[in-house]
């Protein structure tokens, strides 16, 4: 089966500070992860992808990922928040479940980032 | 890449009415999905539209309620039928290119409201 978690609801750092948004996920096969960002009233943007090649994934806005298979895990990481930062954030899993393409959003975090 | 356009954007429909949703995407894509974003939530697959074919639903979602057509390589419609309230939602339309290691392209969403 396929699974994603996201392990936090909400996190909340300061201007400047380092940001992790963790994520876990369960699949029978290869997987595919990807990171996507949504501000408020707007569509989703894919910040970073892993697809087999690299486990340190760089992705837009500074933001990077580390694909870890012995823990399942492809937290997303940047080194300092900046105010735009402040969005949801989705861990996305894909993988060939049954034979056909089956893609599970994590239920997001929700970033805030203070002054 | 893909750029998704939706139509209409925000509607708000009286309840037992239906609502096409319209996706246009400026390239052939190879596949596209429907999804639904209910407040403060994460994003469920509804569907995957197969061109010239029914559509696959997930769990949970049937063709009387959501049919959906994909006439050709670049556009869908999602009717939402018999609507009630808790149907208010977001519904978005995604496209890949390529296979399951390709990123997927969501479009900007329909914001339903229904009274």
């Known amino acids: 089966a396929q699974s994603v978690t996201q392990l936090d609801s909400h996190v909340s750092v300061s201007e400047g500070t380092p940001v992790l948004l963790r994520c876990n996920y369960s699949s029978s096969y290869s997987p595919s992860l990807f990171w996507y960002v949504q501000h408020p009233n707007k569509g989703l943007q894919l910040l970073l992808k892993?697809?087999?090649?690299?486990?340190l994934v760089k992705g837009i806005n500074g933001f990077e990922a580390e694909f870890k298979k012995s823990e399942t895990s492809f937290h997303l990481t940047k080194p300092s928040a900046h105010m735009s930062d402040a969005a949801e954030y989705f861990c996305?899993?894909?993988?060939?479940?049954?034979?056909?393409?089956?893609?599970?959003f994590g239920t997001g975090t929700k970033l805030q980032v203070i002054p | 890449s893909a750029v998704i356009s939706q139509k209409p954007s925000r509607d708000i429909c009286q309840r037992g009415t239906s609502l096409t949703i319209q996706c246009q995407v400026d390239s052939q894509v190879t596949m596209m999905f429907w999804y639904r974003q209910q407040p403060g939530q994460s994003l469920t697959l509804i569907a995957t539209a197969n061109q010239g074919s029914e559509a696959t639903y997930e769990s949970g979602f049937v063709i009387d309620k959501f049919p959906i057509s994909r006439p050709n390589l670049t556009f869908s419609t999602l009717t939402v039928s018999n609507m009630s309230p808790e149907d208010s939602s977001i519904y978005l339309c995604s496209a890949k290119v390529g296979q399951m290691n390709t990123e997927a392209f969501f479009g900007q969403g329909t914001r339903l409201t229904v009274v």
């Open positions: 996305v899993v894909s993988d060939l479940a049954g034979g056909y393409q089956k893609v599970t």
């Open positions: 892993y697809t087999s090649a690299a486990t």
